[in-house]
Nanobody, 122 residues
């Protein structure tokens, strides 16, 4: 059973930075990861895409986050990271890791992490 485990959330003042990380692990079979992404969900709002990165490193960002957020991945470690700079109160949300994973000879399926809280406040 594959699990996505996030880390790095917390409380940060406006203008501060945080780095989130997410690692896929848990399967006794080989895993093949296609796209990896970060989503977020603020209270009372729908979950939205923050950034996505392909296996080959191509990236896609929510337009209004470009320049402040950077997504990266380490394929050897099955890890995706999100560097968040110049954080604003409106970035407060639960951030979720998402990955498209094939276990062994199976088909690609979508996996989600449990989420990590990011709070931007003075």
């Amino acid at each position: 059973q594959v699990q996505l485990v996030e880390s790095g959330g917390g409380l940060v003042p406006p203008g501060g930075s945080l780095r989130l990380s997410c690692t896929a692990s848990g399967s006794i079979f080989s895993i093949d990861i296609n796209n990896m992404a970060w989503f977020r969900q603020a209270p009372g709002k729908q979950r939205e895409l923050v950034a996505l990165i392909s296996r080959g490193g191509a990236t896609n960002y929510q337009d209004r986050l470009k320049g402040r957020f950077t997504i990266s991945r380490d394929n050897a470690k099955n890890t995706v990271s999100l560097q968040m700079n110049s954080l604003k109160p409106e970035d407060t949300a639960v951030y979720y890791c998402n990955a498209n994973i094939r276990v062994g000879s199976g088909t690609f399926q979508n996996y989600w992490g449990p989420g990590t809280q990011v709070t931007v406040s003075s």
